[in-house]
């Protein structure tokens, strides 16, 4: 192993863990919102009755605390 690719892959490897731990983060914290994979307007949707997604729950009228 000569120094230039030890150097590339700890590079790498430091980049990667970064990326995964910024995604961790976000993830555990609930800052990442799960978008609606069935259709971009809530008036389209069949599922619209049983979603649990906060910007659907004001769409329906209800009150979030």
């Known amino acids: 192993m000569d120094r ?3 150097i590339k ?3 790498r490897l430091l980049i990667l863990g970064g990326i995964a731990t910024s995604a961790g983060y976000l ?3 609930k800052k990442v919102s799960a978008s609606c994979s069935v259709s ?3 008036k389209n949707c069949g ?7 906060p910007e659907v729950k004001e769409t329906r009228g209800e009150i979030t605390p």
Do not use: I, R
């Open 4 to 6: 230039k690719y030890f």
């Open 9 to 11: 892959t700890t590079g």
């Open 27 to 29: 993830v555990v914290n």
């Open 40 to 42: 971009s307007t809530c």
């Open 47 to 53: 599922k619209v009755s049983a979603c649990e997604n």
